[in-house]
């Protein structure tokens, strides 16, 4: 069946039943092997776009799930703080620490049971050791207001167009307070690595965060952050720090189907206003009109409805919505590729059907016997 795209909503249109339902596993997994896609749609460093054909909701939602919850990451986990006379609390401290990403593949780590040790295996080290100093820096600058500098140097280099009162807002943040003590600010660029065993070797490029711009703490003249953080493997079920994903989620393709052609001025609207993307202008073979609507990509479709409020384009213009075809987006978090990220979701998916099959088969044995 398809969902009927209305302006109240969606309706729910029944097709007429194909051939009868696979009766065993193996004419199931046939079926389903044969008319199974996954295709790939768009491909960034950190976004990944692809569709699901031939499937119904418990798989999308399942690899959903797993991107979310059940994909091993690093994350700080247990921070030893030797020193803290900042304002932040301990435990506040720690949990920013915690939720900064780390640019590292967990891949290459153990994971670490409760009771184990520590070893180069299943941990990373990291080390902070800052003091506000009571004056700035002998040039008369403080290293925050030499990192502004060098950002707006980066940004003229760059020649993005950035409004002034963003730019005058950051540069305000980072610069000392005429009549007020000085304030050290604590960026995660502060973290420094410590290498463990032969990490030095495994990782030659050294392991650093993800950005060096993260703000951790500022401090007072006369303060100080003295602390060591043990980062390990862990998944999003246990803390969300260690989600790899910022989203992943999935809505149902949208087939968009002329059944009139559309002209001139309504053509125009179509295209600009009412749905951006989805249609584009061809040259017209009708006498007495310019140009017509042509579709060209229906996956630009956000099933606006703002046409039918057009009595010709409503009668026009089909939409639906297709039960078993899925587009599906993912937005990594830090450097990891998104697409290494969908394949560790496949095998852990496969592990779960791999584990049911052996309790199931388990289970079987037992009432037999």
Known sequence: GFYNVTESG?????????????????????????????NILEQKKQELVFELIGCDASFANALRRILLAEVPTMALENIYMFTNTGLLHDEVLSHRLGLIPLDVDARLFDDIEEGDDATD????????????????????????SIMVAEIEEEIVSRNLDLERSILAAAKKSAIETPGRPYTKHVYSRDLVWIPQGDQEDRFPNGINTVYDDIL??????????????????????DHAKYSPVATACYRLFTEV???????????????????????????????GTRVEAKVVNPYACTMSRNYMRVPELKKAIQMRRVPD?????????????????????????????????????????????
């Open 121 to 144: 295996r299943n941990t990373i080290v990291f080390e902070l050791k800052v003091t506000c100093p009571a004056k700035p820096n002998e040039e008369g600058k403080t290293e925050d």
């Open 216 to 237: 951790i703490a500022k401090l007072r003249p006369g303060q100080s952050i003295e602390l060591e953080a043990h980062a390990r493997r862990g998944i999003g079920k």
């Open 10 to 38: 969606l309706e729910y249109k029944h097709v007429k039943a194909g051939p009868s339902p696979a009766q065993d596993k193996e004419e199931f997994v046939e079926n389903f092997r044969k008319g199974f896609e996954l």
């Open 257 to 287: 189907d002329l059944l009139e052609p559309v002209y001139d001025q309504l053509a125009e609207d179509l295209v600009h206003i009412y749905e951006p993307g989805v249609f584009e202008l061809v040259p017209s073979k009708q006498p």
């Open 325 to 369: 075809h899925y587009v599906f987006s993912i937005e990594s978090v830090a450097k990891q590729n998104p697409a290494i990220l969908l394949a560790e979701a496949i095998r852990v998916l496969q592990q779960k059907c791999v584990t049911l099959i052996e309790l199931t088969a388990e289970q079987q044995q037992q009432q037999q016997n």
